[in-house]
């Protein structure tokens, strides 16, 4: 089954809390993908991209409205949140050799383990501008392979940046920032970052690691 369409269009979305009363606003189907071996199918949904002209957002990356779980084996599914939001688009981990995998058996998504799926989320207009955009925080999500055990593993008020997982090590490396300046957005300018070890057994976060602790 084929990945995720590189170069998707950038999408430009309306206030969380407006999308999800509004059930005129249309959805589309994203490409399906293959988790593992496993008989999931995850189906992300997008919103319409007529939306393009509303102002109440401005992100720079692609965002997925949500993500259905197919399962083969039952022939059911399932939605992974309860209302729409906006998940970062999941990417593949890079092939270092052209061609060294077989037809069939696509590049890992970056955002999953041998147990899990991670999520970054923009729950709401956080700065309380007007608008959901890259100075709102990502909050980092996990949930298990069949999108179920859904829950936040980083706090609201930083923002969940990026993550390295070490599957055979079991655990996961999230990068994290703070908002140096307490003015409600997550900028260029506030570069405390910091380092936490996720262990992938119990989802346990350990202790961070800083230059200026």
Do not use: C
Not at 6 to 30: D, H, I, M, V
Not at 57 to 68: R, S
């Amino acid at each position: 089954m084929k990945g995720i369409l590189a170069g998707a269009l950038l999408l430009a979305l309306p206030l969380l809390s407006q999308t999800q009363k509004n059930e005129k606003l249309p959805r589309y189907f994203g490409e399906a993908i293959a988790i593992d071996s496993s008989s999931t199918v995850l189906i992300p949904t997008r919103y319409n991209a007529d939306l393009l002209s509303s102002n109440k957002l401005a992100l720079w990356h692609d965002f997925y409205a949500n993500v259905i779980f197919y399962d083969m084996s039952t022939d059911t599914y399932k939605k992974l949140f309860e209302t729409d939001t906006y998940i970062r688009q999941f990417t593949r981990e890079r092939n270092p050799i052209p061609d060294s995998r077989p037809e069939g058996n696509p590049a890992r998504l970056n955002n999953t383990s041998r147990n899990w799926i991670f999520y970054f989320v923009k729950p709401g207009d956080y700065n309380k501008n007007g608008r959901i955009d890259n100075d709102d925080p990502s909050v980092l999500y996990v949930s298990n392979k069949a999108g179920n055990k859904i829950r936040a593993l980083t706090p609201e008020q930083e923002n969940a940046v990026s993550m390295e997982v070490y599957d055979k090590q079991g655990f996961a490396l999230v990068k994290m920032q703070r908002d140096s300046d307490n003015n409600k957005r997550f900028e260029g300018k506030d570069r405390d970052f910091y380092y936490i070890r996720l262990n992938l057994a119990d989802l346990a976060l350990g202790q961070k690691i800083e230059l200026n602790p």
